[in-house]
Each structure stands twice: as structure tokens, then as C-alpha cells.
């Protein structure tokens, strides 16, 4: 049976981004499933409706879900939204769960509320309550190059945009910080070899590094 992965990117960028990591999965043997949207014109609700029917359309069985960054949070809101969606386990990568510390400090910027556009709400206030009731996975970065650090105020260790302290939550099933920035990680082996070990045994291979 193939098993699919619907990839969702963040914000300000498109599916190319996640690119490099559809083609690690494609070579492990999954059917993948690249999602652009745009992640400032629309709302989070519209958004998240897209990532459900995508994982619908994929046609598989099992249908994991990766995001990152603001693309976790759409993933969580399309599972939330979507209960009868097929079953399937979800990575995020830099997610912020608890939160945006430098999306809240954007917002405050002239012009801050034109970069955030309709993804602001999402990404000050983050994710409250369970995940999904899937088992889900979070890699964290730790090379603390950004801009999002010239912005805010962000506790150490951070990826330069968001704290680990952010991306952390109880009903995580695993949880792995790794020495790459918020965007290194979309081309980093290391994070596609976690996101594929996750996907497979529902647990990442590094836990606790």
C-alpha cells in the first residue's frame, strides 16, 4: 500500500520550498503531494481547507501531514476541522505552537500588518488545546541565524525566527532539535532523515538531541 504525504509550506513562501524535501520522501517510497497557497491574502480557515482536500485528493490510505512553520498550524487546523480525513501521522518543523514572539512584534512595525496579512491571528496566538489526536512530531532548530532575532527578543535556543521554547507542547509525540535555521532545515538531510524516521515509526530516530 502507498502511503501519501501532503507537504504544506510557511508563510511568505510556496511549495517549491518544500521541494527538496517531496523528493527524499518520493526515493523512500511515498507518494507526495506539494501544496502552494497564499499565505497572507487568505485566511487560515481557507488555508486549512485546502490541506484537508489535498489529502483527500492524494488517493492513499494513510496520508501524513508536514508542515512548516505556519504550515503546521494549517495542519492542525485542517485536522481539527476535518476529523473524517485518512488516517496518517504529522511533522511539524519550527512550528510555533506556543506562538510567534517575532510575529507579534511585526505586527507593531509600520506596515506589520501587510507582511502578516490574514495569518497574524494564527501565528501570534499559536495552537491551544490537543494536536490533532494524531501522533505528531516537532524538529526544532538551534543555529540562531535570522532576521526574526533582529526583530524580537527570542529565548535561547532559537533557529533566528522561532524559540524552541515555541515549537514545545505535551501532546507531542517526539520532539528533536537539530543545529539548522528556520529556512536551512527545508534542505537539511538531517531534518528529511527525522521527518521520514517519524513517518515511519512514529518517533524520531534522535530523540532528545
Request: charge should be neutral; glycine fraction near 12%; proline fraction near 4%.
Amino acid at each position: 500500500m502507498t502511503e501519501g504525504v501532503v507537504l504544506v509550506h510557511g508563510l511568505w513562501l510556496a511549495g517549491w520550498s518544500l521541494r527538496p524535501l517531496s523528493k527524499y520522501l518520493e526515493r523512500a517510497g511515498y507518494s507526495t503531494r506539494t501544496l502552494s497557497y497564499h499565505s497572507v491574502s487568505r485566511d487560515p480557515e481557507h488555508n486549512a481547507a485546502l490541506v484537508a482536500e489535498a489529502a483527500r485528493d492524494i488517493g492513499c490510505e494513510v496520508v501524513h501531514l508536514v508542515g512548516h512553520s505556519l504550515g503546521g498550524l494549517l495542519v492542525l487546523t485542517a485536522l481539527e476541522r476535518n476529523p473524517g480525513l485518512p488516517r496518517g501521522r504529522v511533522v511539524m518543523m519550527g512550528t510555533p505552537l506556543n506562538g510567534s514572539a517575532v510575529a507579534r512584534n511585526v505586527s507593531h512595525f509600520p506596515g506589520g500588518d501587510w507582511l502578516l496579512g490574514e495569518s497574524r491571528n494564527i501565528l501570534e496566538r499559536g495552537i491551544h488545546g490537543v494536536l490533532g489526536g494524531r501522533e505528531a512530531g516537532m524538529i526544532a532548530g538551534r543555529l540562531a541565524f535570522g532576521l526574526g532575532s533582529l526583530i524580537a527578543h527570542l529565548e535561547h535556543p532559537h533557529d533566528g525566527t522561532v524559540a524552541v521554547s515555541e515549537t514545545r507542547h505535551p501532546d507531542l509525540a517526539g520532539h528533536v532539535v537539530l543545529p539548522v535555521t528556520h529556512m536551512s532545515m527545508l534542505v537539511s538531510s538531517r531534518v528529511h532523515e527525522q521527518v521520514s524516521h517519524f513517518l515511519k515509526e512514529g518517533r524520531f530516530s534522535m530523540e532528545g538531541a
